[in-house]
């Protein structure tokens, strides 16, 4: 019976995971940039496919990918330099809350708004 206990409670330990904002901040980077990505060449070859003939659209992608890394790195390394003790304290839940939504409204605004900034920059010349 003890036995049994032990490897119950060895398992139940085993599933709990330890609170890290480190981590969740890096995996919330990670996703944002897969997202902003897709977003980004989705909204491009609809703007390409929307008549946008120039190579505006293509000059969009590669700025605002090569320009997502340095802002979600920013992100990231506010949350890189948490001690231990620090990075699992809950009292950092409403700093977090605000660097995710920041870092998901710029991930998926930001390739629909300079997109279109780019198609009314064609459309006007």
Excluded at 31 to 47: E, N, R
Excluded at 51 to 76: D, K, M, Q, T
Excluded at 90 to 107: E, H, K, Y
């Amino acid at each position: 019976m003890n036995k049994t206990l032990h490897k119950a409670q060895r398992q139940q330990n085993h599933h709990v995971r330890r609170l890290d904002w480190r981590r969740r901040m890096s995996d919330n980077v990670a996703w944002a940039l897969l997202i902003y990505t897709a977003l980004q060449i989705f909204v491009t070859v609809g703007a390409l496919k929307g008549g946008a003939s120039s190579l505006l659209p293509y000059f969009a992608l590669v700025v605002l990918v090569g320009a997502i890394i340095p802002a979600c790195r920013w992100f990231e390394k506010r949350w890189q330099f948490l001690s231990e003790e620090e990075a699992a304290n809950p009292a950092w839940q409403a700093a977090f809350r605000r660097d995710q939504m920041g870092l998901w409204l710029l991930a998926i605004g930001l390739p629909f708004l300079l997109t279109g900034l780019f198609k009314g920059i064609a459309y006007l010349m």
